[in-house]
């Protein structure tokens, strides 16, 4: 499976990063990629809520999605656009990723579980649950290859996410995501590649990088961990860019063959 992780600098204006995400889309899936993602938040980064909510639309009214399926359909991928801040109300909202088919159908929805609630000094603050419902129930997607399932960001923290997902089938599970600086510099590689290896999955992680137009700095450094804890791809910067893999499903279950630890859950008591 030929697959592209789309890096991106989202900005505060939704059309604009749409039309972005679309053109970079379009050139991976020139360059050969059959699966197509992009990062959390692909169509808007702002921190101010009030500016965020003006400009949020809920799902049935978002123009991205009928945008990014019909791109889909033409160029023949699969596309996951790893999230879009969907109204739910008027002050809560979804952080919710889109699995779109080859005909241009949606596939599979996501809601972020873990909601990043930080503080991690020097003023930077975040608290996502204010404004965010956090989601209840799994994603896992057979693509024919292969089955996917999907998680966001913060959700990496948190392992027993990532074991469920491979014993429900998982073989490749999606970490979208917009990493602080200072939370990627000393966290992302060590947790996707912990994830990968506990899991015995391929982990792909499209990322936000850059200063954005609200002023948040993220890390980028978009990753596509092997299922033995491997890097099989990385961009080593925080700049808008397309990191192109193959992904072999053979390696997943020679992983899981060699290290059956999913087989090997105990429960244990206090």
Known sequence: ???ALVQMCSGTDPAANVEMA???IRRAADEGAQ?????ETTHLVQKDADQAFAVM???SEEPAIPTFAALAKELGITLLIGSLAIRLGERKAANRSFLFGTEGEILARYDKAHMFDVGLGQGETYRES???QAGETLSVTDLGEARLGLSICYDVRFAYLYRALAKAGAEIISVPAAFTRPTGRAHWEVLLRARAIETGSYIIAPAQGGLHADGRKTWGHSMVIGPWGE???QLDHAEPGILHA??????VAEARRRIPALEHDRALTL
Request: contains cysteine; aromatic residues 8%; charged residues 25%.
């Open 1 to 3: 499976m030929r697959i």
């Open 22 to 24: 679309c053109g970079m």
């Open 35 to 39: 699966f197509v993602t992009t990062p």
């Open 57 to 59: 639309k809920g799902e």
């Open 130 to 132: 204010a404004n965010y």
């Open 231 to 233: 890097i099989v791809a």
């Open 246 to 251: 193959e992904l072999d499903m053979r390696k």
